[in-house]
Every structure is written in structure tokens, then in C-alpha cells.
């Protein structure tokens, strides 16, 4: 599976990944999105909800307040 090239369909793919309780991919494909450069919301907060699932409360409220 080639990975994907759009922030759309990196947050689709993560949220998938979510929703299926692989947390740690998820967050592994949100931040593939920021090293796109992008500055995009929906990816830091994407990305904390996944870091407070697994319990990691200080990279989720870095996350969230980005």
C-alpha cells in the first residue's frame, strides 16, 4: 500500500487507524503529516486524543495546545 500524499487523506488514514484501536499508527501517521511542514489543527488534535489513549497525557496536551 503506497502511503498517502494529501493531509486529507493522512487524517482519514489516522482516523481509521483510531477508530480501530491502533493508537500507536495512528499517532505514527498524524506525524507524518506534520513532517510534511503542513501546520494543520485537526493533526495536532488527532494526535493528542491518540497520545491521551495510550496514556501519554503530556504529549497529548503538547499536542493539543499546538
Do not use: C, D, W
Not at 477508530?19 to 488527532?46: C, D, K, M, W
Amino acid at each position: 500500500m503506497s502511503k498517502p500524499i494529501t493531509i486529507e487523506a493522512i487524517i482519514n488514514l489516522g482516523v481509521e487507524q483510531y477508530h480501530s484501536g491502533n493508537f500507536s499508527e495512528a499517532i505514527e501517521t498524524y506525524q507524518s503529516g506534520l513532517v510534511l511542514g503542513r501546520n494543520n489543527p485537526l493533526l495536532y488534535y488527532n494526535l493528542g486524543l491518540a497520545y491521551q489513549k495510550i496514556g501519554k497525557l503530556k504529549q497529548a496536551i503538547s499536542a493539543y495546545q499546538k
